[in-house]
RNA sequence: CGGGGCAUAGCGCAGUCCGGUUAGCGCACUUGGUUUGGGACCAAGGGGUCGUAGGUUCGAAUCCUACUGCCCCGACCA
């Protein structure tokens, strides 16, 4: 058999790159540090968009759209969160192209057409929706305001990777207004618990829930709170970040309200996104070295039937049959009819694609009743009886729902470590890698010097713990609580 | 922005060092046939301004110069 994916233990990198290519998910395109997002790989996102939406909506949000581009006086109103992300942006200067005198059909840009004020294109939308929301609120009886968007954003990143960190990608941003901090924290840590639930829920994929040291913050946050999950190769991944931002942006852009005793304040905020990277998280949670494997809830095809040998009358009527009582149950279904590749290679072919389930079906199976049902997650293989077929595929769904998760959450809680000196930390780092649970005293400085030694981050300050005294491993002053270092995507 | 590598058919590559008929191989593609329970086989086909521009030469994919693009590794980051 033609290996077409590295093996992981091979090349982790290079494994994730052909998955992405192999599973037909995404490919490079003409843009540097942009990706082509194919159909599949978008149909994926589609269902986490759909969820998402869904679960947004049940929390009282609704979707509104605001534009590309944010004008640069508007952009760094709000100062910390302006220098945060002034490294990374794309501005747009001009307006106008025109016949390049100089070659043949080539266009130049006009410098005629300078814009008086530039343009950057969003690396996220605080500033252009403040400046808005100021318009909006002026009583207490305006808020709360409880908006979402799906967009797409753009941070010019030096070194890119399909799904995990390009220079466009989509994802959603909620941005709330309210008039008193607490349920501005409340709205953050209620987006927070959304987030996890989704993320171990749907893409079962386990996370750690937290908050991020200063450092980490979200620039022109008070307050940031993450999921954090695991990858195979011992690396964290931030798979969604909610923020609360305090009165920041309201002093920034001066959205004031009238409170009930006709006073005025600055109004309280929060944001919070997920973005494509969740597909890279997906990926590198679950597959393995023969391809994608997709927890059944985000797959685009939950079966694919594949007749054997060749589609004949009597095997397609039979396939149809068991393709409607599955859909009759809002299980999808694919039936491949394509009688030029043999078997073995759409078998290959449709596990390279993570499709939970495979129903092979022949004539011997025929003659029995039964037809054969190949699990990805497992890649075990059974004869199951024709009678009742729609029900077991029903339940073999959640059952590899549950196992993906499972599997995950053993692989994560096998790979957090407790330490208690740098010198352990180190070498599990090294050796192991993972998260590793440990106390830290607090500041930055020994923050960042962990940071420059050894690359790993404090991930988050775990929210469920137990309160614990001792000692920081770098500094060994007194610390009441261990956080998460990791190294990370 | 530093350091390394690559550019030849849709994809992956050989040929370049040491210039010489008509530039080759695998996969993919087209047509016909035999096949089909884990990546089938046979036969016949189509497809190239050898990244761009200039130079050396009787002659350049091959030598020289410049440019452009892409990939990998670092610094930076969700």
Not at 51 to 78: C, I, R, W
Not at 233 to 245: C, E, N, R, V, Y
Not at 313 to 319: F, G, P, R, Y
């Amino acid at each position: 058999m033609a290996k077409e994916i590295t093996s992981r233990s091979e090349n982790y990198s290079q494994w994730y790159n052909d998955i992405v290519k192999k599973a037909d998910l995404a490919e490079n395109s003409a843009v540097r540090g942009c990706m082509i997002i194919k159909p599949y790989g978008y149909a994926i996102w589609e269902r986490m968009r759909d969820q998402l939406d869904k679960m947004f909506k049940e929390t009282g949000h609704v979707n509104a759209y605001f534009p590309l581009f944010v004008p640069k006086s508007l952009f760094e109103a709000e100062e910390k969160n302006a220098e945060g992300f002034a490294k990374e942006c794309a501005i747009v200067t001009h307006y106008r192209l025109k016949n390049d005198p100089s070659g043949h059909g080539k266009l130049m840009v006009d410098p005629e057409a300078k814009l008086e004020e530039e343009l950057v294109v969003r690396p996220t939308s605080e500033a252009i929706i403040w400046h808005t929301y100021k318009d909006w609120i002026q009583s207490y009886r305006d808020l709360p305001i409880l908006i979402n968007q799906w967009a797409n954003v753009v941070r010019w990143e030096m070194r890119t990777r399909p799904f995990l960190r390009t220079a466009e990608f989509l994802w959603q941003e909620g941005h709330t207004a309210h008039a008193s901090k607490d349920e501005a924290i409340e709205e953050a840590k209620k987006m927070h618990d959304v987030y996890a639930t989704f993320a171990e829920e749907y893409m079962a994929m386990p996370v750690i829930k937290g908050f991020k040291s200063e450092n980490e913050r979200f620039a022109g946050a008070d307050d940031t709170f993450t999921i954090e999950a695991l990858m195979q190769d011992g690396k964290a991944l931030q798979a969604g970040t909610s923020h609360f931002l305090g009165q920041n942006f309201a002093r920034a852009f001066d959205v004031k309200f009238s409170n009930a005793q006709n006073e005025y304040e600055y109004v309280w905020a929060t944001s919070w996104g997920v973005s494509t990277r969740l597909v890279g998280g997906l990926i590198m949670t679950h597959s393995d070295d023969d391809g994608l494997v997709l927890p059944p809830k985000l797959a685009p095809i939950h079966v694919i039937i594949v007749p054997i040998p060749k589609p004949d009358d009597v095997i397609l009527q039979k396939a149809q049959e068991i393709a409607d009582a599955l859909r009759a149950l809002g299980i999808s279904v694919q039936i491949d009819k394509d009688e030029n590749k043999r078997p073995g290679f759409k078998f290959a072919e449709y596990e390279m694609k993570g499709i939970p389930v495979r129903i092979g079906i022949g004539l011997r199976d025929l003659q029995n009743n039964v037809v054969e049902v190949a699990r990805r997650d497992t890649k075990e293989k059974m004869s199951v009886p024709l009678d009742g077929i729609d029900v077991f595929i029903q339940n073999l769904l959640e059952d590899i729902q549950q196992n993906l998760f499972n599997r995950a959450l053993k692989y994560r809680d096998e790979h957090i470590t407790r330490v208690d000196t740098y010198e352990e930390f180190k070498m599990v780092l090294e050796e192991k890698g993972g998260f590793l649970s440990c106390h830290w005293d607090g500041t930055a400085e020994t923050e960042e010097l962990i940071k420059q030694e050894t690359k790993a981050t404090i991930r988050c300050i775990p929210l469920r713990q137990e309160m614990e005294e001792g000692q920081c491993i770098y500094s060994g002053k007194p610390s009441k609580g261990r956080v998460i270092f990791a190294k990370a995507y």
